[in-house]
């Protein structure tokens, strides 16, 4: 099956400072979504970027889809970015495998005041 | 908007109880999805609904696992009996109906899951 490798593992920062976040992964996708998991656990679909780019605020994607990586940009971090952030992808199988999404790991952020 | 909504939050329960669990879809979506988190083995897919159909139960751990769509806006995830190894958070997600051939657009949109501890 694709793999997907997110890198950095861990990411400390301080209030205010930048971070840009990677996602590999190991085949041609159709779906790509980037999520935030918040230390109360629930998973916030972020962005759904197959590719091109798109930002929200202080946050931004882009995803090169030929060369099979995806960069989350976190500009002037606050203390509620903190949590896992999460890339997952999914290729499509003849139209019925379209959400069926592979999660990295995650990248655990934390954010200091 | 409401999102999807899952009961119950938390599930505490002694191993060879039967647990059920809930999800409600966004209204218009038309794909179902149950995901698992744990520590070990992250965040993967046990089943997938498509209208209501299921489509894909490769990622259902066994047999004591089982699945039912009846209709659009409701689904349950059961687990007979359970055992201390399913101590996990179950995740349903729901995609958005898509005109045209593709069945759904991939978007899921996660409810907030239901934290199980079996003793």
């Known amino acids: 099956g694709i793999q997907v490798e997110q890198s950095p593992p861990d990411l400390i920062l301080q209030e205010g400072a930048n971070s840009t976040l990677r996602c590999n992964f190991s085949?041609?996708?159709?779906?790509l979504q980037w999520f935030h998991q918040n230390p109360w656990g629930q998973l916030i679909n972020l962005f759904y970027?197959?590719?091109g780019t798109k930002q929200n605020g202080r946050l931004s994607a882009t995803t090169v889809a030929t060369e099979r990586y995806s960069l989350l940009y976190i500009s002037s971090s606050q203390t509620t970015d903190s949590g896992v952030y999460f890339c997952?992808?999914?290729?499509?199988?003849?139209?019925?495998?379209?959400?069926?999404?592979?999660f990295g790991q995650g990248t655990i952020l934390t954010v200091h005041p | 908007d409401a999102g999807v909504i899952q009961s119950p939050r938390h599930e505490v329960t002694e191993m060879g109880q039967e647990v059920t669990l809930r999800c409600k879809p966004i209204?218009?979506?038309?794909?179902l999805f149950w995901y698992r988190q744990t520590m070990m083995r992250g965040l993967e897919l046990l089943i997938y609904?498509?209208?209501?159909?299921?489509?894909?139960d490769s990622g259902m751990p066994e047999d004591r696992f089982s699945a039912k769509m009846p209709n659009a806006s409701f689904s349950t995830l059961k687990i007979q009996p359970s055992e201390p190894r399913d101590s996990a958070v179950y995740f349903c997600?729901?995609?958005?109906?898509?005109?045209?051939?593709?069945?759904?657009?991939?978007?899921?949109?996660f409810g907030e899951g239901s934290r199980l501890t079996v003793l």
């Open positions: 609904f498509n209208n209501n159909v299921p489509i894909d």
């Open positions: 997600a729901s995609s958005p109906r898509l005109a045209g051939p593709r069945k759904n657009t991939g978007e899921l949109f």
């Open positions: 970027i197959p590719s």
């Open positions: 209204s218009g979506h038309n794909s």
């Open positions: 997952a992808v999914a290729v499509d199988a003849g139209g019925t495998s379209y959400g069926k999404l592979t």
């Open positions: 085949d041609s996708v159709n779906n």
